[in-house]
Antibody, heavy 113, light 107 residues
Framework: EVQLVESGGGLVKPGGSLRLSCAAS????????MNWVRQAPGKGLEWVSS????????YYADSVKGRFTISRDNAKNSLYLQMNSLRAEDTAVYYC??????WGQGTLVTVSS | DIQMTQSPSSLSASVGDRVTITCRAS??????LNWYQQKPGKAPKLLIY???SLQSGVPSRFSGSGSGTDFTLTISSLQPEDFATYYC?????????FGQGTKVEIK
């Protein structure tokens, strides 16, 4: 069974940092592009970042460019999102997704003083 | 960036109704269009990819059509489990923008 499990969310102060992880299982992780998508409370979906299967191509939303870094470790079947200089508007549930499907259950990031 | 505009933002329908949701891209995305369903507190679930291809395991009452800039998601006979929010997303180029969502509610 294909499974994606996010972790690393929590409460952080504005200006702080957090590293999200996404553990993948049930498929050949190294063959797939991966994405991070977020959803602020009561709001719609916002694509955050994508990384190609071998990390050759990386893309970011303008809203996080220069603050967030996506990476992956194909040996560990894991995807990461390093989030620095966090702002209140980064508060959201963060989902990892294998290309278009499936998605993980999400991890909540709350940025508040 | 490509803007995705869904309509309507919400709709009320009854079980058994035929429901149509539209999604318009600000420029041509050929057939690089996906549709997702999201229920409260759950992760989105892929319904349709490449504009008209049904994801494995998704009931055949869901269908997608369109190409270029105009796309449609149709639910042929609405079931109780279909009450949810639906999103389109273009996968033609980054940023892979989503529509604002369409909430389908019980009439």
């Amino acid at each position: 069974e294909v499974q994606l499990v996010e972790s690393g969310g929590g409460l952080v102060k504005p200006g702080g940092s957090l590293r999200l992880s996404c553990a993948a299982s049930g498929f050949t992780f190294s063959s797939y592009n991966m994405n991070w998508v977020r959803q602020a409370p009561g709001k719609g979906l916002e694509w955050v970042s994508s990384i190609s299967s071998s990390s050759t191509y990386i893309y970011y939303a303008d809203s996080v460019k220069g603050r967030f870094t996506i990476s992956r470790d194909n040996a560990k079947n894991s995807l990461y999102l390093q989030m620095n200089s966090l702002r209140a508007e980064d508060t959201a549930v963060y989902y990892c997704a294998r290309d278009t499907s499936p998605w993980g259950q999400g991890t909540l990031v709350t940025v508040s003083s | 960036d490509i803007q995705m505009t869904q309509s309507p933002s919400s709709l009320s329908a009854s079980v058994g109704d035929r429901v149509t949701i539209t999604c318009r891209a600000s420029q041509s995305i050929t057939s690089y269009l996906n549709w997702y369903q999201q229920k409260p507190g759950k992760a989105p679930k892929l319904l349709i990819y490449a504009a008209s291809s049904l994801q494995s395991g998704v009931p055949s009452r869901f269908s997608g059509s369109g190409s270029g800039t105009d796309f449609t998601l149709t639910i042929s006979s609405l079931q109780p489990e279909d009450f949810a929010t639906y999103y389109c997303q273009q996968s033609y180029s980054s940023p892979r923008t989503f529509g604002q969502g369409t909430k389908v509610e019980i009439k």
